[in-house]
């Protein structure tokens, strides 16, 4: 039986939703996996870093976190006030890192990330932040201390779409990407199809928990941008920068255009795109984000409400999509824990 010490930073949607699994899921990770976790510290912002060597409560330290207590309030534990001190002093096997995505300069993720790997401990994380902005920095770093970086959960959640392409597709040359990789604006696209306006429906949106009181990452199309940065880099090998996706959010989509779609056959979606093309030796990697009209025969153009879905033209498997959650407590959650598992099984 193995055992891994896991520690969670940032414990928020994400890092709670990993930490409910871990509960739900303790019997099937031990007989069908054969291991066992011991989650030995947590952090947020507002209580710090704690660490217990036995293992934390996980009931305990979602109780806390449920009724907005300090984490500190679990007995028995040694507090840091600062997340990346405490992982210093403390390390573990797997650091699961779920704090907010920052598209500027990643932190406090990337600190986290780095200190991690390079203390030989592997990582899994859902933050989009260090991920889109320096993915070959960070594989770089984990392969030269002999240790796995894993990132499911940054592009659809929990849904494979990572793992397809390097295990499920491995051997399939991926010539483009297409997706709707963001759930608000399709569920504000979706709305929109049916008549409705855009205000009206992004307020609903907004009631409703899935769209942000400030919605411009996703109505802008920043975080559609940040995944397909993701995509770039870990089914392409291209480090692109964020100024060379070409990048049109759904602001200006009015209901005339969503009507005229429809009158042709086509729905209006939010697409995600990664185009290949080669030539003598080169390749060069044309990356967007946009509205596009899709015909009805496109299995895109039927993906509603906040689900997502991905297309990938392969050379040997023509075309193959994914649809599913991208995002949710415990659907991202799963991405966590499927890459926990993963590095478990090595
Ligand atoms: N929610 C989803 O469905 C989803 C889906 C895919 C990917 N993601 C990504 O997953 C990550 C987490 O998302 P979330 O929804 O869980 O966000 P969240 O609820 O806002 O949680 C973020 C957590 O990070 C903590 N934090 C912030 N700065 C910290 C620091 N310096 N040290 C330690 N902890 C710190 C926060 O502490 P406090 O609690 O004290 O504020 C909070 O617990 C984000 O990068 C997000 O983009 C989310």
């Known amino acids: 039986m193995k055992h891994i010490r896991l520690s969670i930073i940032g414990f928020g949607v994400v890092g709670q939703g990993l930490a409910e699994l871990l509960v739900t899921k303790k019997a099937l990770l031990h007989q069908q996996f054969g291991f066992d976790v011991t989650l030995v510290s947590v952090a947020n912002a507002r209580s710090g870093f ?18 907005k207590q300090p984490l500190t309030a679990h007995p028995g534990v040694t507090h840091w006030p600062n997340a990346l001190e405490g992982l210093r002093a403390t390390g573990g096997d797997v650091l699961a890192e779920a704090t907010g995505t920052n598209l500027r300069d990643a932190e406090p993720g990337m600190s986290h990330i780095r200190a991690a790997l390079s203390q030989g401990m592997h990582v899994i994380t859902a ?56 759930g608000t604006t399709n569920y504000i696209l979706s709305a929109m199809a049916t008549g409705r306006d855009y205000r009206e429906v992004l307020a609903e949106a907004q009631s409703q928990g899935y769209a942000e009181a400030d919605p411009t990452a996703d109505v802008e199309g920043y975080d559609a941008v940040a995944k397909t940065l993701i995509l770039a ?19 200006a989509i009015t209901q005339e255009q969503m009507q005229r779609a429809i009158e042709e056959g086509k729905r209006i979606k939010l697409i995600a795109s990664l185009n290949l093309s080669s030539n003598q030796d080169k390749s060069s990697l044309e990356a ?57 099984k090595q």
């Open 50 to 67: 704690i660490y217990r060597e036995d293992g934390l409560d996980i009931p305990t330290i979602l109780k806390l976190s449920a009724t």
């Open 127 to 182: 933050n989009k932040g260090p991920a889109a902005l320096a993915a070959h920095d960070l594989f770089a770093l984990a392969q030269q201390h002999g240790v796995h970086l894993r990132m499911e959960s940054t592009v659809m959640a929990g849904t494979p779409v990572i793992s397809t392409v390097s295990e499920g597709m491995a051997g399939t040359q991926v010539r483009s990407v297409r997706g709707i990789l963001n």
């Open 233 to 251: 880099a870990l089914v392409f090998d291209h480090s692109l920068k964020p100024d060379q996706v070409v990048r049109q959010g759904i602001t």
């Open 288 to 344: 967007s984000v946009a509205p596009v009209a899709l015909p009805l025969g496109d299995p895109l153009s039927r993906v509603d409400g906040v689900l997502n879905a991905i297309t990938f033209q392969t050379d040997t498997l023509s075309e193959v999509t994914v649809i599913g959650p991208g995002a949710g407590k415990l659907q991202t959650g799963q991405g966590l824990l499927s890459d926990l598992i993963a590095i478990a």
